[in-house]
């Protein structure tokens, strides 16, 4: 009999294993250790029992070494929506099962569960005791003649663990001066027995950190309540629907997230939650947890290892109702599911940037669409996709127009940065209105949040002299610099090379370089040097990679304990902090200039969600936006909050160029040692293309080109990019243009529904 593999190897696809006579023939789902050229690999069967074909003969198929699973150890339901991932993002199924597994499945044999000894006293060991003390308090000496010599410190143990007859952890006992080894010793007397416990390392310790409190009984809206109503009656037909929550910045949508699980949950059905940040899980993992309690699991990259497989083993077992997470947990093996909510579903945190290049929403859609779910899609900035498809009935629209109570939406005044600079110089990182306005918070005791969407101090650095900069040595881009002073490094941010500043320009040798451009880092020094006392604090991916460090952030400014907090797009998201009255944008233009089809579109959401940060509480809010394109549209309907009319004007714009929503595209990227490797490469797919295309004229080939990341990780990038509104069609073509020449499949990056082109 054969069988068919998954195995964790980039862009391979399924292989034919044999099952050795007398091995039970392994169910699709278990997990099998299977040979791989010189190595040996643990893999996943996906279909089973292939009759054995006696023209093909098996003398070549090499036999499964072990079989490790009796059941199945990923659902068949997973397996299934895993294979749809990889032929959709046209990825090897093999890496899109290894996403699929809990990180550590995928080595040899592991339920490497995390287990404990616990040590309890057994009935000869309180004889034992009682003896001692009646012969210590008859004055007697102790171990009597013919006695077992038991140390004092053993004495110690059996008196410690008469305390608790269920049992210590041997791990405490050591912290109570009791040495493994004695324990084992009273153990092989019998006095002491020793049980292994498996433990479930459970991660809420992170969601009690930054965790609200809950208002059990608050009364909805009645937009929410109509909104509750009318996905509830969705839910309960157990059939597909997608909803579209289209709600406002602080509109209260988790509030109908927790009521529709609630119901879903009554009903006997799970529910996935996904979020967009690990930062986001804790908070929306510990309001979930209040309101189910423990039949809540938590699934996402920030947990260890060991975190991680439990929670997986936990939902896998059936213990869980609930699970919330980041965009891997699309594939929790969570059974009946009922409902799969994507909250902030634009958000581009849930597109993989890597292989399989899956969109987390778009998985989560057709989980929904197999498993007969409802699913809902909230957001106050939905992606154009999702509203084209709102707008053309596919999708449920709900609407929530209002915050709660009443809150009024923040107040938003756009500052020209031309006009300042005339004013002040060309220096102003910071204008003049967003600096009073600071200066007001403070006195006030509220806080203030200040967003740029750019990392480092410097982002530039350029040589007076020869105008030369100072770029990285791998890829087409300049080098940031992080730090002041002696601290000072020059990194990249794609690949990570850092190098000293130097004195002089590498180029000319002239003393006179200077730094160009602003990021954070500097943001924060200057609010610092202008606001005196302020209790300033930075939220990016530099500040928060040490683990935890983010959610330490976070609760220290929910307690007040920072007054402002300057950041990248992880302050825009979701968070919710009431005491947050003033939003400053430093330059809303940072994602203007990309030449990328969604520029806008991001631009838009970021400053639309960041200004919803604020006027979240009591007190009303404000946001200040500075920019060089005061006119822009984006800009000026993200000021008004208008999404609709964002939308019509964005909708004309990709109809023209022809972009999504209307059509959809893929793009590929070749990558080569040369420049002149990787257009050839590119022109070679480009020309294959139009021959299978032929006279049907089902796509556009454009390109090659070289890609505007032109040169990253030392290799040299050409892009081609298709459009179609026959998607499967295109894709087919290109899946079969590469696997007629196997030597490209390695060099070439494809990416279906891409949410950048860059
Ligand atoms: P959104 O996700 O729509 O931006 P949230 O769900 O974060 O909004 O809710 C915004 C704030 O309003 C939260 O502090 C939440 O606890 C509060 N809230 C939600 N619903 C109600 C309600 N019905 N009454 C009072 N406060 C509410
Ligand atoms: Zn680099």
Redesign the pocket.
Known sequence: MFIQVAVPVPALNLLTYRVPDGMTAPTVGARVVVPLGSRIVTGVVVDAALPLDDELGDVNIKPIRELLDAGAFIPPDVIDLALWTATYYAAGSGETITAVLPPKARGGRADAHKTIRIAAITAAGLDELQEARTHREAGLSWPGPGRRELTPKQYEALDILAGTPSGIPTPQLAVRGIAADAVSRLARHGLVSLRQVRVDRDPFHLASISS?PVDAD????PE?MAAVGRLTALAQTDSFHVALLH?????????IYLRLSAAVRAAGRGVLMLVPEIGLTPAMASLFRQAFGDRVAIQHSGLSDGERHDQWQRIRRGDIDVVVGTRSAVFAPLDRVGLIVVDEEHDGSYKQEENPRYNGRDVAIVRGQRAKALVVL?S?TPSMESYYNATSGRYERVV?ERR??DRALAAVTIVDMREEYAATGPDAILSRALRDAIAARLDRKEQSLVLLNRRGFATAVFCRQCAGTLDCPNCSVSLVIHGEGGARRARCHYCDYSTRVPSACPLCAGPYLEQAGFGTERVEAEIKRLCGPARVARLDRDAVRRRGALASLLSRFRDGEIDVLVGTQMIAK?H?F?RVTLVGVVSADVGLGMADFRASERTFQLLTQVA?RAG?GEQPGEAIIQTLYPDHYSIQLACRQDYPAFYARELQFRGAMRYPPLVSIINTIVRSRTFTGAMDDAADIVQRLREADGDRGEFRVLGPAPAPLAKLRGEYRAQLLIKSSNRKRMREALVSVIADRPHLARRTTIDVDPLSVL
């Open positions: 609200p608050r009364r909805l809206t929410q709600g406002v910045t602080g509109s209260g949508k988790t509030e909230g106050a929530l709660v109570l979701g919710d009431p919803g979240r």
